[in-house]
């Protein structure tokens, strides 16, 4: 992708740095946010992202009913691995509007 290579530097990231936006995650992208954000959860699941090939903008579109389809039968391994989906896409729109808020007031 044009945008992922553009996106992407060789210079050392710093800790004022952006993240990389969510869209732009790849299935790689995707295993490091499960591993650091459902540490426990990952080597029983991660392997189901893989397979199916979880992006970065797939990852924020699914749902309850989309992890049970992956196979994650455990209510309450799916309910933790929602909630911290839903974290993820909070976190994605705050930022979203910040960027939004800088713009209108000709910040950027």
Known sequence: MVEESSYQSSKPKSRAARPKPIYLWTVQDVQT?????????SPLYG???EEHE?????????????LLRLGIDNPLH???VWREI???RLKSDILEIRDLERKEAGMV
């Open 33 to 41: 946010w499960l591993r650091r954000h459902c540490s426990d959860l």
């Open 47 to 49: 392997h189901k992202f």
């Open 54 to 66: 979880i992006t970065g903008r797939a990852l924020v579109r699914i749902s309850e009913g989309t």
């Open 78 to 80: 799916r309910q933790e």
């Open 86 to 88: 839903t974290k993820l």
